[in-house]
């Protein structure tokens, strides 16, 4: 690492700090017994030296025009929060069981994603430990948490994280993080860290105190561009790439999701994303392992998912947005005043044929034309949810889908998730339709900032809910709770039929063949007017089909099922009594178990069933 406190052992360790403007910088040990030692300059810009310290000691930096010492910008843990001091760690001295793990291949993948002090009731790492075995009961295999590294406070969706090499020290710090991979790693869960390289969060933020880390060249939503390109950038990028080679490495982290990855600008002739994927694969290389990127991208550009040698970003997938917006607006009509460019079922079909819904059209919402063609981009590219911490965080209400709809639609879009021809995500509760809601929550100490963010949440809202309506204050500690999963709703009543549909499409997801092939010749889907869909689900090699015909309205639909002879199997159907809540009942007839190609079926009102069929 070309910059923080690495212990070398026997009581020693080497400090760095990139301050190539500096003239000086002095090590300050702070504690019982303090001192001050001044660093070496090299021809870069670094600062360094080797000095007597061990694990726990405490240390800040003082520069040339600085009387204060500031912490560390790689430190490794703040045990004080944001403005306290660095601490020294010994990464070496974990004792990691998983020796012989080997992540499952990208497509095989059930994600889940959580935030760590929401997950539980006690909002640490060990406590999510405890949970494990309820997400790999369903077929869970790969979770992946919410931004980790040090904010402010002890409440944050993480995206205000201004220490990138710091584990939260109110989640548990470095240690309980890694207590946490293993753990995954023990009961076969990959484990997927959520980064932020496109900005830093406000309060405590020092890095620009120490070099040229952001630029006013660009701009983005959130605070100021990172500088990748300009004067000074090669120290930047080495620290956020080394940033990701240090959760890989350090950390056993299996794969890295990374925010908002268009608000990365990098014009240089070896793009940031190119230098990052490179040392990714020579880390891989090296330790034998197959690590995986995940982009949020807001592009709808093939390239995030294209491989380096094409001139892509060579990242492993990305976030399917249209997936969720095009899906989520058929089930909740009051949806096409968030998306006003969907809310037309082709736009569905699209999206389990093609990936991206917007691919050049003219898109209101943008008012410009927008996106390119992913139809030839293989499915195990793209990461499809139907809820995640922005859909629900970004609402007044901060509710979840399967709050805003019915029972039977929450079974239809689990169904649509989990069958259709991508990695799944599952949001927090999601799988047994938790009903508390996910706000946006922050807990600064800088009220003036406070109060910044208080106006800007009130003006985003401003277009959804007019000037007069009332939000939630992002900074009461009251929204944090609220947040909370209620664990206890699991195993009752609805909560449990829906927990146990989404086991049994897991289950089906994981071994009927036609569910594993990811080619998109091997998708169609067909619709039915704009109340009802068939996803074909075909894999040649195995020479099994499957079918999933999916009734949004609240008639039956009629359909023929394809084919000329030979019949099909009924392999999941929403309508049976093991999926529908007690004391109710349908006057329309279910779908038999073994139908004729050919038949004419009825498809009963807000339904899906699933049928399957070899050929020749």
Not at 580 to 605: D, F, H, Q, Y
Request: proline residues 4%.
């Amino acid at each position: 690492m070309r910059q923080g406190a690495v212990y070398t052992g026997k009581g020693c360790c080497r400090f760095t700090v990139w301050a190539p403007e500096k003239q000086r910088v002095t090590l300050h040990i702070v504690g019982d017994v303090e001192r001050k030692v001044d660093m070496q300059r090299d021809e870069m810009g670094y600062f360094s030296v080797e000095t007597e310290a061990t694990p726990g000691t405490r240390y800040l930096y003082i520069t040339d025009e600085e009387e204060k010492g500031l912490p560390d910008p790689a430190s490794m843990f703040q045990p004080d929060g944001v403005h306290g001091s660095s601490q020294v760690i010994d990464l070496n001295n974990f004792k990691w069981t998983d020796q012989n793990w080997k992540a499952p291949a990208f497509a095989g993948l059930v994600l889940y994603e959580l935030h760590i002090g929401t997950f539980t009731e006690q909002g640490t790492f060990s406590s999510a430990i405890e949970k494990l075995d309820l997400l790999t009961d369903i077929g869970v295999n790969a979770i992946e948490i919410m931004p980790v590294s040090q904010f402010p406070g002890n409440r944050n969706w993480g995206y205000d994280g201004v220490y990138p090499y710091a584990v939260q020290n109110t989640y548990g710090g470095p240690e309980g993080l890694m207590q946490l991979v293993d753990a995954c790693h023990s009961k076969g869960i990959a484990v997927f860290l959520d980064v932020v390289y496109n900005h830093q969060g406000p309060e405590g933020n020092y890095l620009g105190q120490f070099a040229p880390y952001f630029t006013d060249h660009y701009k983005t939503a959130w605070g100021q561009a990172i500088n990748f390109d300009g004067e000074w950038s090669d120290g930047v990028r080495w620290f956020y790439v080394e940033n990701a080679l240090y959760w890989l490495d350090k950390f056993h982290i299996d794969g890295l999701r990374f925010d908002a990855v268009h608000s990365v600008y990098d014009f240089g002739a070896v793009n940031f994303w190119e230098m990052l994927h490179n040392e990714i694969r020579e880390l891989g290389r090296k330790k034998e392992m197959n690590f995986y990127t995940i982009a949020e991208s807001d592009l709808n550009a093939p390239r995030t998912v294209q491989p380096l040698e094409n001139n892509g970003y060579g990242f492993s997938a990305q976030w399917l947005d249209d997936f969720h917006h095009a899906v989520y607006v058929m089930l909740d009509k009051e949806g096409r005043k968030r998306y006003q460019d969907f809310g037309d079922m082709r736009q569905v079909a699209k999206a389990y044929m093609e990936g991206f819904v917007h691919s050049g059209e003219y898109v209101q919402f943008r008012k410009r034309h927008y996106g390119k063609s992913s139809a030839g981009i293989p499915g195990n590219h793209f990461v499809a949810f139907i809820n995640n911490h922005d859909q629900s965080g970004n609402r007044i209400d901060g509710a979840r889908l399967c709050a805003l709809v019915d029972h039977e639609y929450a079974k239809l879009a689990a169904a649509m998730l989990l069958l259709a021809p991508y990695v799944p995500m599952l949001f927090m509760g999601e799988e047994y339709g938790e009903q508390n809601p996910f706000f946006y929550f922050i807990s600064h100490s800088d009220q003036a900032l406070v109060h910044a963010v208080q106006e800007g949440r009130r003006n985003e809202f401003k277009a959804f809910y007019g000037p007069d309506a009332s939000f939630p204050d992002p900074q009461s500690a009251e929204i944090f709770e609220r947040s909370k999963l209620d664990w206890s709703r699991r195993n009752k009543g609805r909560h449990q039929v829906l927990l146990n549909w989404h086991r049994a499409l897991i289950s089906l997801r994981k071994t009927h063949p036609a569910l594993k092939y990811f080619e998109k010749e091997g998708v169609r889907a067909e619709c039915l007017d704009q109340t009802g869909l068939i996803l074909h689900r075909n894999d040649e090699e195995c020479k099994t089909a499957l079918l999933a015909m999916f009734n949004i309205s609240d008639e039956h639909l009629t359909y023929f099922l394809p084919g000329t002879n030979g019949s099909w199997d009924k392999l999941l159907d929403s309508t049976m009594a093991e999926w529908r809540l007690e004391n109710t009942s349908t006057n329309n007839a279910t779908v038999p178990s073994k139908c004729n190609a050919g038949e004419m079926i009825k498809l009963p009102a807000r339904s899906v069933v699933v049928v399957g069929k070899g050929f020749e």
